[in-house]
């Protein structure tokens, strides 16, 4: 135990029964004529036939599917050319107007454009109606108009083709969108709608520092085709796959979830094993195996914590993937990437056990799909309610699962953090982009997560404990604020809270 205390000490860098539902169409009108529902081809899924998800959900999130009425379904369609590089593919998705007024136009980012790549999209069509797009945020926003204002509770098929080139150099964004390393990372790779909220259309240059995507829940339907050569791992479940020649084709289906991800790598091996409903997958280079276990040993008593002490994990599946990324771990629904480097779980990393590296990465990345993606929230602007969040699940993990000593040595590492910028009262709660150099993790990482040790000691154990229950069921697929959260929080406490969140949060 004094081992792992010192390791986390010195960790510096962390960017890191029932009966099955009735399953019914949206309530919302429809504008549209859906697609037939019976067909060999899961790809022509009814568009309010949810059942095709039910599979990737454990059984208490079910009732989810009834749920959600105004959630967007995409169909997607990835083709992976030989040389990696150069994708090409369609998307067709069902948006529905679940705002208060009629809706001229629906906007959609185009993120390759900005992560180093490239993005073109053609044949924009609007209800079958050909319609010409306009572009800003240096062609990462693309403004579709529509052929007539979308009236509230009306929904709409928005079908385009697309083109992606992906860069071969890890900057910028940490290498979410790359071919490196043969290593495939597809990430933000389709068009995708913005979050329309009190802003209107939600849509900025996000800062190079922190996540680019604020996301509301979604279904995802998506075939990628490939070379055979390699293994695919994406978001969700596989619904079917099939080979022919030197090419592979792959269905997968997700939802709800906040966005959808493909990776892929010729090198792959795989470790799997059951944790009760949930199957934990863990890919990485051949060789890599040992560090691939550990992952999927921590991930699974990761999920065991967090489950009991916010909500159940939502899906059936988790894949852990060994990408080059820069950073040590990124999230996405059910998938989470973790650096590679730090996969030599015998060696050592910048002065520290890789395992110390490893173990504190994979546990934060999977808090993020509690905080992240069942609750969502602006991670641009509000990014405390997700990384703040989720080190201090980190931290809730290793007071279960190493005791008093590992959260005493994971807290410590909280302060070693944020007394980089010698404990300044930066506020937590600025956007990503109001941040110094330096600062960003320091405030968002260290002091964010301790503002949640002093909300524990002002509520008291038990009435923080059953508030967090409470908000994880109540932002469930929604996305939260932070006016939410302290609201939710003085209920249960039946206090002003408003002199703390001043202290640590606003400023």
Not at 388 to 400: R, V
Request: with cysteine.
């Amino acid at each position: 135990m004094k081992k792992l205390v010192a390791s986390l000490l010195s960790l510096g860098l962390l960017l890191a029964s029932c009966a099955a539902p009735t399953l019914t169409a949206s309530p919302l009108e429809s504008t549209t004529t859906a697609a037939p529902a019976t067909t060999s081809d899961p790809m022509h899924s009814a568009w309010n036939d949810r059942s095709i998800f039910q599979d990737g959900l454990v059984e208490s999130e079910w009732h989810v599917l009834n749920e959600l009425a105004g959630a967007s379904v995409y169909h997607l369609e990835f083709n992976i050319e030989d040389d990696m590089r150069h994708i090409t593919g369609a998307e067709q998705v069902q948006y529905t107007n679940t705002e208060t007024v009629p809706l001229s136009e629906v906007e959609f980012r185009l993120f390759p454009n900005i992560l180093g790549g490239a993005m073109q999209v053609t044949n924009v069509r609007a209800n079958d109606q050909t319609v010409t797009p306009s572009y800003g945020l240096e062609n990462s926003l693309m403004i579709l108009p529509l052929p007539k204002p979308l009236e509230p509770g009306h929904n709409t098929i928005l079908k385009m083709d697309f083109e992606v080139t992906v860069p071969t150099e890890l900057d910028p964004y940490y290498g979410m969108l790359v071919w490196y390393g043969n290593v495939l990372s597809l990430a933000h790779a389709y068009p995708k709608i913005c979050v329309y909220d009190d802003e209107g259309w939600n849509a900025e240059i996000p800062s190079t520092e922190g996540d680019v995507t604020y996301s509301d829940a979604a279904f995802y339907l998506v075939r990628v085709t490939a070379p055979k050569g390699l293994t695919l791992i994406t978001s969700g479940r596989e619904i079917s796959s099939g080979s022919a020649d030197q090419v592979q084709t792959l269905v997968a289906a997700s939802g709800p979830a906040r966005d959808f991800i493909v990776a892929a790598s010729p090198d792959y091996a795989e470790v799997s094993k059951a944790f009760g409903e949930v199957a934990i997958h863990s890919y990485a280079a051949k060789g890599s195996e040992a560090g691939a276990d550990f992952a999927m040993q921590v991930a699974s008593g990761a999920i065991d914590v967090y489950s009991r002490h916010y909500a159940p994990y939502p899906y059936t599946d988790l894949n852990i993937v060994a990408t080059p990324t820069l950073a040590l771990g990124i999230e996405y629904p059910g998938l989470i990437v973790i650096a590679d480097r730090i996969y030599d779980i015998s060696g050592t990393y910048r002065d520290s056990p890789t395992s110390a590296y490893m173990e504190s990465t994979v546990a934060h990345e999977v808090a993020h799909q509690w905080f992240y993606n069942l609750v969502g929230n602006d991670q641009l602007d509000d990014p405390w309610l997700d990384e703040s969040l989720a080190q201090f699940a980190t931290l809730q993990y290793y007071s279960d699962e190493h005791g008093a000593a590992g959260a005493n040595a994971w807290q410590a590492s909280l302060e070693e953090r944020w007394a980089r910028t010698e404990n300044a009262n930066i506020p937590i709660g600025l956007p990503v982009s109001k941040y110094n150099p330096g600062e960003y993790g320091s405030i968002v990482y260290g002091r964010g997560a301790l503002f949640f040790e002093a909300l524990k000691n002002t509520m008291g154990a038990t009435k923080f404990d059953a508030f967090l229950q409470d908000y994880t069921a109540t932002l469930s697929w929604n996305i939260a604020t932070p006016q939410i959260f302290q609201s939710l929080a003085e209920k249960h406490c039946g206090c002003n809270l408003s002199a703390l969140f001043q202290e640590w949060v606003y400023r």
